[in-house]
């Protein structure tokens, strides 16, 4: 479906959403200079690491995994073609932070480095704009060392731990930013939250751990909570694959449910405090996870696991296929419409999105993203041109997605696929113009979003080495 044609299904709720982004500015400038009691909106990032977009129900998937965030989804946006800007966390989740392609801030593309530069993130606009902001992370990138969590007020990063800490603490936060029982004040708060429930190793508690059912019906072993088993093309069939792989996505799916679950009680509690009907609400991912769904083409092309020599079609990192840049994005809450939009988007737009929901112009802030509420109001949102990268010991890749091909560079190979489904099917030979003109589109990417200038940035201490070996990052 085109923009426009979302856009004529959804034009009263549309012009709506077009009418609170005017309204919001003049608000915050009346705010600003008046005192008036009037209140931009509450923000919420809710970042699902390692989470596929086809295994959220509201993408149609066969399970009820998500039935809370299926709630935001029929109240809000659900955005069908969201691409990720890299495959695996860091690099994902720094053009999350400031609207900018990975390697404009990371000294190294071929590992884990600290970015480097005068790094400016969405959080600090949001803070210098009058926003409280607050974040309650358990990813180990989340660290203050990563330098991507500039501009929070109350940063509260509790290492790996389960949602359901992540929501106590929220929660915890967010009665303090609102006060006690009486009237709040004028001051709105950004909370973000990043939830680790679905990266593997999977440490799913009861009940949620068997909430899915198995072929077999046997308990999960260690290796099952892992995924690492079949990781030999040629291995990938048969009944003992399919009751593996039956168990591993048993596990995926129960992680994925138990978050969600511990999410409605986050919103249960801001409905408690009558604060839900103030907020905007944001669920997205850093970048999904591979499920034995392309291991002869990634064998063929010698993309091993991003640690494990020897093993394909698992994990992520590794390559640029749909499984691992194709993600959730759902837009949620007040002054925001309903529908589901077709039209081509990108993690780089989050950021751009909340600072004009918030009424936010910074200079200070150079994202390359688009606020995409207002371009869906105003009916100008059209497949925007997604690029991804990200590099292993296995090869460097980019990849470009118009909205109807997928080009990717594989060192110096080059592959053009389709963009209606996941099948791989390289149309590099039949469509040489095409190839020729998204080459051209990579190229002047490439030129134009340039390298920091600094070499590399400081070395990491043991004990953060220590927790991304965990995680499967480091050897």
């Known amino acids: 479906m085109h923009a426009r044609t979302v856009w004529d299904a959804m034009r ?26 009037a209140r931009r909106p509450d923000l919420i990032l809710i970042l699902l690491d390692t989470v596929r977009r086809d295994h959220l129900s509201t993408y149609g998937y066969h399970r009820d995994t998500t039935p809370v965030i299926d709630s935001l989804a029929r109240d809000g946006l659900v955005f069908e073609r969201a691409v990720a800007q890299s495959s695996w966390t860091l690099p994902s989740f720094g053009s999350l932070m400031t609207s900018r392609y990975p390697r404009e801030i990371f000294p190294e593309a071929d590992g884990i480095s600290i970015p480097v530069g005068n790094l400016y993130t969405f959080a600090q606009a949001l803070r210098n704009g009058g926003y409280r902001t607050i974040s309650v992370t358990s990813n180990p990138y989340n660290h203050e060392i990563f330098r991507l969590m500039q501009g929070f007020e109350h940063p509260n990063h509790l290492g790996v731990v389960s949602a359901n800490d992540v929501v106590a603490r929220a929660i915890e936060q967010v009665d303090r930013a609102i006060g006690g029982g009486g009237r709040r004040d004028d001051t709105p708060y950004f909370l973000f939250l990043h939830f680790m429930d679905n990266h593997f190793p999977l440490d799913v508690p009861r009940p949620y751990d068997t909430h899915f059912p198995t072929l077999d019906g046997l308990p999960h072993d260690a290796s099952m909570r892992n995924s690492l088993a ?14 593996y792989r039956s168990h591993t996505l048993s596990l995926y799916d129960g992680s994925l449910y138990f978050t969600d679950s511990q999410l409605g009680k986050l919103f249960e509690h801001l409905r408690e405090r009558r604060v839900f009907e103030d907020a905007v609400i944001v669920v997205a991912a850093d970048h999904g996870q591979a499920f034995w769904d392309h291991g002869r083409e990634e064998k063929e092309l010698g993309l091993e696991h991003f640690q494990r020599r020897g093993v394909f079609g698992l994990g992520h990192g590794h390559t640029l296929f749909p499984e691992l840049i194709r993600v959730p994005l759902i837009v949620s809450g007040r002054g925001v419409p309903s529908g589901r939009v077709q039209p081509q988007v990108r993690n780089l737009d989050i950021a751009p999105t909340l600072l004009s929901i918030a009424g936010i112009d910074d200079p200070g802030f150079a994202g390359r993203g688009v606020p995409l509420l207002a371009r869906l109001a105003d009916g100008t949102l059209d497949d925007l041109p997604a690029y991804s990268e990200t590099a292993t010991r296995s090869a460097a890749q980019w990849t470009v997605w118009d909205g109807r091909h997928r080009y990717l560079r594989v060192g110096e190979r080059e592959l053009l696929f389709g963009d209606e489904t996941s099948d791989l099917s390289d149309f590099a030979a039949s469509e040489p113009e095409t190839l020729a003109r998204l080459r051209r589109e990579l190229d002047e990417v490439l030129r134009f ?15 953060m080495l220590d927790r991304l070996r965990k995680l499967g990052y480091v050897d």
Do not use: K, M, N, Y
């Open 449 to 463: 979003a340039a390298p920091p200038a600094e070499a590399r940035g400081e070395d990491l201490p043991a004990e």
């Open 230 to 243: 079949f990781g030999a093309p040629d291995h990938a069939q048969g009944d003992d694959f399919e009751i």
């Open 12 to 37: 009263s709720h549309v012009l709506t959403a077009a009418g609170f982004l005017c309204l919001l500015s003049l608000v915050a400038a009346c705010s600003r200079e008046t005192g008036s009691e």
